[in-house]
């Protein structure tokens, strides 16, 4: 699976969007991105994930780039519920036997009152 | 609530000692992973199981190992514990265990070795 890149650590205002980036370079045609975000110390949570087209759903949106070496995600309306650590997968899609999902170190979103 | 259960919540424990670790995936899920969560070494998949069998192994150490019953819960049992096997345990479930199915995940076990 190719390796993704993320700041470690970003704010962003109650309200706002937060626009989070993930850089994956190294990305093969059949990769897709996943986002998942982890609240404290819980079980991960599902976002959104996407191949190359944008995304769309009710708790963010997926934006890749044309070249899919990177991608955003963004939630709209920022509440303080959205802080957790942030994480961007890129996962094989036809290689099967390889289900895993693997973690990098993820971005930490602070949303500020 | 993801519908993925794992029991205990907590779990203190001395070295050497053995525990299990129990998941049940949600209704109709058919393949169950595993995952360790610790401080230095972040969230590492162990291994997975589909229909009872295991799927996929990742860096799971002899010294564990789990299995998948026929009502298609969980166990992991983790055996000579070791202070560093402190961790957050969480299991996930999905439908078929294909890699582009989304993954839930249960509020996961935390255990203490001391």
């Known amino acids: 699976d190719a390796k993704t890149t993320q700041p470690p650590s970003m704010d962003c205002a109650e309200g706002r969007a937060a626009n989070l980036p993930c850089n994956h370079s190294t990305i093969s045609g059949n990769e897709y991105v996943y986002w998942y975000r982890q609240i404290h110390s819980q079980g991960p949570q599902y976002i959104i994930h996407?191949?190359?087209n944008n995304e769309t759903n009710e708790m963010a949106s997926l934006i890749i780039t044309e070249d899919r070496k990177s991608s955003t995600l963004i939630l709209p309306h920022a509440t303080l519920r959205d802080t957790a650590v942030y994480y961007c997968i890129v996962r094989v899609a036809s290689n099967f036997g390889n289900e895993k999902l693997t973690f990098g170190t993820g971005t930490r979103l602070t949303i500020i009152p | 609530d993801s519908g993925v259960t794992q029991t205990p919540k907590h779990l203190i424990t001395a070295t050497g000692q053995r525990v299990t670790l129990r998941c049940s995936p949600r209704?109709?899920?058919?393949?169950v992973y595993w995952y360790q969560q610790s401080l230095d070494q972040g969230l590492q998949f162990l291994i997975q199981?589909?229909?009872?069998?295991?799927?996929a192994k990742g860096n799971i150490l002899e010294r564990f190992s789990a299995q998948q019953f026929p009502d298609l819960h969980s166990e992991l049992n983790l055996s000579s514990l070791e202070l560093g096997d402190s961790a957050l345990y969480f299991c996930?479930?999905?439908?078929?265990?294909?890699?582009?199915?989304?993954?839930?995940f249960g509020p996961g076990t935390r255990l203490l070795v001391l």
């Open positions: 996930a479930s999905s439908v078929l265990g294909v890699p582009t199915e989304t993954q839930y």
């Open positions: 996407g191949l190359k």
């Open positions: 199981y589909y229909n009872g069998e295991e799927r």
């Open positions: 209704s109709g899920d058919l393949s």
